[in-house]
Protein backbone atom coordinates (compact mmCIF):
# COMPACT_ATOMS: atom_id res chain seq x y z
CA UNK A 1 0.00 0.00 0.00
CA UNK A 2 1.92 3.28 -1.01
CA UNK A 3 0.46 6.07 1.47
CA UNK A 4 0.76 9.42 0.91
CA UNK A 5 -0.69 11.92 3.41
CA UNK A 6 -2.74 15.21 2.08
CA UNK A 7 -3.82 18.67 3.61
CA UNK A 8 -2.81 21.62 5.25
CA UNK A 9 -1.16 22.08 8.73
CA UNK A 10 0.48 19.87 10.75
CA UNK A 11 1.62 16.21 9.47
CA UNK A 12 -1.25 14.58 11.69
CA UNK A 13 -2.58 11.19 10.49
CA UNK A 14 -5.78 12.37 11.49
CA UNK A 15 -6.50 15.65 10.04
CA UNK A 16 -5.23 14.56 6.45
CA UNK A 17 -5.55 11.88 4.12
CA UNK A 18 -4.62 8.75 2.73
CA UNK A 19 -4.23 8.01 -1.30
CA UNK A 20 -3.25 4.47 -1.56
CA UNK A 21 -4.34 0.63 -2.55
CA UNK A 22 -5.68 -1.75 -0.76
CA UNK A 23 -6.18 0.58 2.47
CA UNK A 24 -7.81 -0.71 5.30
CA UNK A 25 -11.71 0.78 5.59
CA UNK A 26 -11.54 0.62 9.16
CA UNK A 27 -8.46 3.02 9.17
CA UNK A 28 -10.31 5.60 6.70
CA UNK A 29 -13.14 5.94 8.99
CA UNK A 30 -11.44 6.49 11.88
CA UNK A 31 -9.33 9.32 9.68
CA UNK A 32 -12.83 11.20 8.78
CA UNK A 33 -15.15 11.42 6.37
CA UNK A 34 -14.66 9.90 2.64
CA UNK A 35 -13.63 12.49 0.11
CA UNK A 36 -13.17 15.00 2.75
CA UNK A 37 -10.86 14.07 5.04
CA UNK A 38 -9.70 10.87 2.65
CA UNK A 39 -9.30 9.41 0.05
CA UNK A 40 -9.01 5.08 -1.34
CA UNK A 41 -7.65 4.35 -4.62
CA UNK A 42 -6.81 0.66 -5.75
CA UNK A 43 -4.73 -0.37 -8.43
CA UNK A 44 -1.31 -1.59 -9.57
CA UNK A 45 1.23 0.37 -7.29
CA UNK A 46 4.40 -1.08 -10.18
CA UNK A 47 2.06 0.76 -12.44
CA UNK A 48 3.81 4.87 -12.96
CA UNK A 49 1.28 6.17 -14.66
CA UNK A 50 -1.68 5.01 -12.13
CA UNK A 51 0.11 6.19 -9.44
CA UNK A 52 0.22 9.42 -10.90
CA UNK A 53 -3.32 9.47 -11.76
CA UNK A 54 -4.31 8.47 -8.04
CA UNK A 55 -2.16 11.14 -6.73
CA UNK A 56 -3.54 13.56 -8.86
CA UNK A 57 -7.04 12.55 -8.10
CA UNK A 58 -5.97 13.31 -4.37
CA UNK A 59 -5.06 16.43 -4.77
CA UNK A 60 -7.45 17.91 -6.55
CA UNK A 61 -9.68 16.91 -4.17
CA UNK A 62 -7.65 17.22 -1.01
CA UNK A 63 -5.06 19.63 -2.06
CA UNK A 64 -1.28 19.61 -2.59
CA UNK A 65 0.59 16.28 -0.86
CA UNK A 66 1.93 17.37 2.48
CA UNK A 67 3.87 13.79 2.97
CA UNK A 68 3.80 10.28 2.27
CA UNK A 69 3.68 7.27 4.17
CA UNK A 70 4.75 4.53 2.24
CA UNK A 71 3.66 0.91 3.45
CA UNK A 72 3.54 -1.71 0.74
CA UNK A 73 3.35 -5.57 0.49
CA UNK A 74 2.63 -5.57 4.77
CA UNK A 75 1.70 -9.08 5.39
CA UNK A 76 2.06 -12.62 6.26
CA UNK A 77 0.66 -14.15 2.86
CA UNK A 78 4.80 -13.42 2.01
CA UNK A 79 5.93 -15.75 4.50
CA UNK A 80 7.09 -19.35 3.03
CA UNK A 81 9.97 -21.64 3.53
CA UNK A 82 12.71 -21.32 0.98
CA UNK A 83 11.63 -24.06 -0.99
CA UNK A 84 8.99 -22.68 -2.07
CA UNK A 85 9.99 -19.46 -2.28
CA UNK A 86 9.43 -18.43 -6.31
CA UNK A 87 8.93 -15.98 -8.79
CA UNK A 88 5.44 -17.08 -9.14
CA UNK A 89 5.08 -16.41 -5.26
CA UNK A 90 7.03 -13.03 -4.65
CA UNK A 91 5.41 -11.12 -7.86
CA UNK A 92 3.23 -8.98 -5.70
CA UNK A 93 5.36 -8.66 -3.00
CA UNK A 94 8.56 -7.19 -5.25
CA UNK A 95 5.87 -5.15 -7.76
CA UNK A 96 4.66 -3.60 -4.20
CA UNK A 97 7.99 -3.12 -2.99
CA UNK A 98 10.69 -2.89 -5.71
CA UNK A 99 8.82 -1.33 -8.62
CA UNK A 100 6.18 0.21 -5.91
CA UNK A 101 8.40 2.65 -4.50
CA UNK A 102 10.14 3.82 -8.02
CA UNK A 103 6.92 4.28 -9.72
CA UNK A 104 5.98 6.38 -6.61
CA UNK A 105 9.25 8.38 -7.06
CA UNK A 106 8.35 9.11 -10.43
CA UNK A 107 5.27 10.51 -9.70
CA UNK A 108 6.28 12.25 -7.23
CA UNK A 109 8.75 14.40 -9.56
CA UNK A 110 7.56 17.88 -9.67
CA UNK A 111 5.89 17.52 -6.47
CA UNK A 112 6.99 19.06 -2.82
CA UNK A 113 6.07 16.64 -0.06
CA UNK A 114 8.12 17.56 3.32
CA UNK A 115 8.97 13.59 3.83
CA UNK A 116 8.48 10.04 2.26
CA UNK A 117 8.77 7.97 4.75
CA UNK A 118 9.01 3.74 3.92
CA UNK A 119 7.98 1.33 6.15
CA UNK A 120 9.92 -2.00 6.38
CA UNK A 121 11.19 -4.50 8.33
CA UNK A 122 13.04 -5.66 11.31
CA UNK A 123 13.89 -9.01 9.30
CA UNK A 124 16.49 -6.84 7.30
CA UNK A 125 18.55 -7.52 10.39
CA UNK A 126 17.17 -10.33 11.96
CA UNK A 127 16.08 -12.48 8.82
CA UNK A 128 13.33 -15.24 10.40
CA UNK A 129 12.13 -18.55 8.85
CA UNK A 130 10.03 -17.70 5.95
CA UNK A 131 11.25 -14.66 5.74
CA UNK A 132 14.09 -14.75 2.57
CA UNK A 133 12.29 -12.87 -0.16
CA UNK A 134 10.40 -10.44 2.60
CA UNK A 135 13.97 -9.77 4.00
CA UNK A 136 15.01 -9.29 0.93
CA UNK A 137 12.56 -7.02 -0.69
CA UNK A 138 12.53 -4.95 2.46
CA UNK A 139 16.68 -4.47 2.15
CA UNK A 140 15.60 -3.04 -0.75
CA UNK A 141 13.51 -0.44 0.36
CA UNK A 142 16.18 0.83 2.85
CA UNK A 143 18.74 1.29 0.39
CA UNK A 144 16.49 2.39 -1.61
CA UNK A 145 15.76 5.52 1.13
CA UNK A 146 19.43 6.18 2.11
CA UNK A 147 20.35 6.17 -1.43
CA UNK A 148 18.52 9.49 -1.38
CA UNK A 149 19.64 11.02 1.78
CA UNK A 150 20.86 14.54 1.86
CA UNK A 151 19.85 15.02 -1.62
CA UNK A 152 16.70 18.01 -2.57
CA UNK A 153 13.37 17.52 -0.87
CA UNK A 154 11.79 15.55 -0.09
CA UNK A 155 12.93 14.15 3.15
CA UNK A 156 13.78 10.20 2.29
CA UNK A 157 13.38 8.02 6.05
CA UNK A 158 12.80 4.60 6.50
CA UNK A 159 11.76 1.98 9.83
CA UNK A 160 12.90 -1.30 10.09
CA UNK A 161 9.58 -2.21 12.04
CA UNK A 162 9.66 -5.49 14.55
CA UNK A 163 6.45 -6.79 14.92
CA UNK A 164 3.28 -4.30 15.46
CA UNK A 165 -0.17 -4.90 16.38
CA UNK A 166 -2.39 -4.09 13.88
CA UNK A 167 -4.89 -2.06 15.91
CA UNK A 168 -5.56 -1.26 19.70
CA UNK A 169 -6.98 -3.73 21.58
CA UNK A 170 -5.68 -7.22 19.55
CA UNK A 171 -5.12 -10.33 21.00
CA UNK A 172 -1.89 -12.56 21.38
CA UNK A 173 -3.49 -15.47 20.90
CA UNK A 174 -0.89 -17.15 23.17
CA UNK A 175 1.97 -16.01 20.69
CA UNK A 176 5.03 -14.71 22.31
CA UNK A 177 5.45 -12.86 18.97
CA UNK A 178 2.83 -10.81 19.61
CA UNK A 179 2.59 -10.61 23.23
CA UNK A 180 5.85 -7.99 22.82
CA UNK A 181 4.48 -6.14 19.98
CA UNK A 182 4.17 -2.26 19.63
CA UNK A 183 0.98 -1.36 19.98
CA UNK A 184 -0.75 0.96 17.25
CA UNK A 185 0.03 3.93 19.88
CA UNK A 186 3.73 3.56 20.53
CA UNK A 187 3.93 3.21 16.69
CA UNK A 188 2.76 6.33 16.05
CA UNK A 189 4.43 7.77 19.04
CA UNK A 190 7.66 5.95 17.53
CA UNK A 191 6.86 7.45 13.65
CA UNK A 192 6.33 11.23 14.92
CA UNK A 193 9.94 10.52 16.75
CA UNK A 194 11.57 9.85 13.33
CA UNK A 195 9.80 12.39 11.93
CA UNK A 196 11.30 15.36 14.03
CA UNK A 197 15.08 14.36 13.44
CA UNK A 198 15.06 14.89 9.36
CA UNK A 199 18.94 14.18 9.46
CA UNK A 200 18.07 10.20 10.67
CA UNK A 201 17.99 8.08 7.47
CA UNK A 202 16.53 4.54 8.64
CA UNK A 203 15.84 3.44 12.08
CA UNK A 204 15.48 -0.13 13.56
CA UNK A 205 12.47 0.04 16.37
CA UNK A 206 12.07 -2.95 18.50
CA UNK A 207 10.05 -2.82 22.03
CA UNK A 208 13.06 -4.71 23.12
CA UNK A 209 16.91 -4.71 23.40
CA UNK A 210 18.08 -4.62 19.77
CA UNK A 211 21.59 -6.43 20.92
CA UNK A 212 19.46 -9.23 22.55
CA UNK A 213 17.28 -9.90 19.07
CA UNK A 214 20.47 -9.57 17.15
CA UNK A 215 22.13 -12.07 18.88
CA UNK A 216 18.80 -14.48 19.24
CA UNK A 217 18.53 -14.50 15.57
CA UNK A 218 22.14 -15.44 14.68
CA UNK A 219 21.22 -18.68 16.66
CA UNK A 220 20.87 -22.15 14.86
CA UNK A 221 17.33 -22.46 14.32
CA UNK A 222 16.15 -26.09 13.84
CA UNK A 223 16.22 -27.69 10.51
CA UNK A 224 12.78 -27.29 8.81
CA UNK A 225 13.27 -31.34 8.20
CA UNK A 226 13.49 -32.45 11.28
CA UNK A 227 11.69 -34.76 13.08
CA UNK A 228 9.62 -33.12 15.81
CA UNK A 229 10.78 -34.04 19.12
CA UNK A 230 7.99 -36.49 21.08
CA UNK A 231 6.08 -34.05 23.72
CA UNK A 232 3.69 -36.65 24.76
CA UNK A 233 3.41 -34.39 28.24
CA UNK A 234 2.56 -31.39 26.74
CA UNK A 235 -1.11 -30.04 27.57
CA UNK A 236 -3.45 -27.64 26.43
CA UNK A 237 -5.40 -25.49 29.16
CA UNK A 238 -8.52 -26.70 27.22
CA UNK A 239 -10.31 -29.62 28.25
CA UNK A 240 -9.92 -32.27 25.77
CA UNK A 241 -12.51 -32.21 22.58
CA UNK A 242 -12.54 -34.40 19.79
CA UNK A 243 -11.77 -32.89 16.13
CA UNK A 244 -15.19 -32.95 14.08
CA UNK A 245 -15.46 -32.65 10.15
CA UNK A 246 -13.00 -32.85 7.64
CA UNK A 247 -11.48 -29.63 7.99
CA UNK A 248 -10.63 -29.87 11.96
CA UNK A 249 -9.60 -33.62 11.59
CA UNK A 250 -6.90 -32.53 8.96
CA UNK A 251 -5.98 -29.37 10.96
CA UNK A 252 -5.34 -31.73 14.01
CA UNK A 253 -3.80 -34.21 11.88
CA UNK A 254 -0.93 -31.69 10.54
CA UNK A 255 -0.44 -30.17 14.31
CA UNK A 256 -0.36 -33.56 15.73
CA UNK A 257 2.67 -34.87 13.28
CA UNK A 258 4.69 -31.81 13.13
CA UNK A 259 3.86 -31.62 17.52
CA UNK A 260 4.86 -34.81 18.02
CA UNK A 261 1.73 -35.06 20.08
CA UNK A 262 -0.33 -38.20 19.75
CA UNK A 263 -3.60 -36.75 20.35
CA UNK A 264 -4.99 -32.88 19.47
CA UNK A 265 -8.26 -31.55 20.36
CA UNK A 266 -10.44 -29.26 18.62
CA UNK A 267 -9.73 -26.58 21.17
CA UNK A 268 -6.24 -27.07 22.18
CA UNK A 269 -3.86 -24.27 21.65
CA UNK A 270 -0.85 -24.27 19.26
CA UNK A 271 1.68 -22.27 21.37
CA UNK A 272 0.33 -24.01 24.65
CA UNK A 273 1.56 -27.58 23.46
CA UNK A 274 5.00 -26.14 22.12
CA UNK A 275 3.95 -24.41 18.91
CA UNK A 276 6.56 -21.97 17.56
CA UNK A 277 6.97 -19.34 15.00
CA UNK A 278 8.95 -22.03 12.77
CA UNK A 279 6.62 -24.72 13.02
CA UNK A 280 3.64 -22.15 12.29
CA UNK A 281 4.83 -21.62 8.97
CA UNK A 282 4.90 -25.10 8.50
CA UNK A 283 1.52 -25.74 9.41
CA UNK A 284 0.17 -23.34 7.33
CA UNK A 285 1.96 -24.79 4.52
CA UNK A 286 0.50 -27.81 4.69
CA UNK A 287 -2.55 -26.47 4.91
CA UNK A 288 -2.35 -24.28 2.24
CA UNK A 289 -1.24 -27.34 -0.17
CA UNK A 290 -3.67 -29.51 0.87
CA UNK A 291 -6.41 -27.39 0.30
CA UNK A 292 -5.76 -25.13 -2.35
CA UNK A 293 -6.68 -22.07 -1.02
CA UNK A 294 -4.55 -18.67 0.58
CA UNK A 295 -4.40 -19.02 4.56
CA UNK A 296 -3.14 -15.91 6.35
CA UNK A 297 -0.36 -16.98 8.65
CA UNK A 298 -1.73 -14.38 11.54
CA UNK A 299 -4.52 -16.94 11.57
CA UNK A 300 -2.31 -19.28 13.24
CA UNK A 301 0.13 -16.75 14.97
CA UNK A 302 -2.37 -14.59 16.12
CA UNK A 303 -5.51 -14.98 15.91
CA UNK A 304 -7.17 -18.52 16.31
CA UNK A 305 -4.50 -20.85 17.34
CA UNK A 306 -6.33 -23.67 18.04
CA UNK A 307 -7.87 -26.60 15.34
CA UNK A 308 -11.33 -25.09 15.54
CA UNK A 309 -10.12 -21.85 14.62
CA UNK A 310 -7.79 -22.60 12.02
CA UNK A 311 -10.59 -24.96 10.45
CA UNK A 312 -12.76 -22.24 10.44
CA UNK A 313 -10.61 -19.87 8.57
CA UNK A 314 -10.26 -22.84 6.24
CA UNK A 315 -13.80 -22.92 5.56
CA UNK A 316 -14.06 -19.62 5.02
CA UNK A 317 -11.08 -19.28 2.63
CA UNK A 318 -12.61 -22.59 0.75
CA UNK A 319 -16.33 -20.84 0.52
CA UNK A 320 -14.41 -17.76 -0.84
CA UNK A 321 -12.51 -19.61 -3.32
CA UNK A 322 -15.64 -21.69 -4.29
CA UNK A 323 -17.91 -18.42 -4.48
CA UNK A 324 -14.87 -16.69 -6.79
CA UNK A 325 -14.76 -19.84 -9.55
CA UNK A 326 -18.33 -19.61 -9.46
CA UNK A 327 -18.65 -16.25 -10.68
CA UNK A 328 -15.70 -15.66 -12.83
CA UNK A 329 -17.36 -19.04 -14.86
CA UNK A 330 -20.97 -16.82 -14.90
CA UNK A 331 -19.22 -14.27 -16.18
CA UNK A 332 -17.35 -15.89 -19.03
CA UNK A 333 -20.12 -17.66 -19.81
CA UNK A 334 -21.85 -13.99 -19.96
CA UNK A 335 -19.28 -12.79 -22.41
CA UNK A 336 -18.91 -15.67 -24.77
CA UNK A 337 -23.00 -16.10 -24.78
CA UNK A 338 -24.63 -14.49 -28.28
CA UNK A 339 -26.80 -11.89 -27.23
CA UNK A 340 -29.87 -11.63 -28.51
CA UNK A 341 -29.95 -8.53 -31.01
CA UNK A 342 -26.64 -10.14 -32.57
CA UNK A 343 -28.07 -11.48 -36.26
CA UNK A 344 -27.45 -15.20 -37.11
CA UNK A 345 -25.14 -15.74 -39.57
CA UNK A 346 -26.27 -16.31 -43.31
CA UNK A 347 -26.23 -19.48 -44.14
CA UNK A 348 -24.62 -20.26 -47.78
CA UNK A 349 -26.27 -21.83 -50.25
CA UNK A 350 -25.67 -24.32 -52.18
Known amino acids: M ?18 GGCHDAQIGRAIGEHGRDYMLFSGPLGDGQWVESALAEGEAGLGPIQG ?17 TTLGTTDGLFEAKLSGIQALEQALAGRKPAFVLIQSSLSTLVGGQGFAAYAAANSFLDTFACARSGGVAPVWQVIDWDACQTHTGAGTGGSALLAGAMSPDEV ?10 PGVVRVAVTPGNLRRRLATASRPSPTAGAMPVQRSGARSSAPYVPPEGAYQIAVAAVMSELLGIERVGANDNFFELGGHSLL ?16 PMRALLFEAPTVAGIAQVIGKAVEAATTERETLAALLDEIQAPTGSDPAPAREQV
Request: glycine share 10%; hydrophobic share 45%.
Open 2 to 19: AGALCGKGEHKAEAECGI
Open 280 to 295: AIQVITRLRRQFDVEL
Open 68 to 84: VFYTAGMGDRYHRPIAE
Open 188 to 197: WRATRAVLAQ
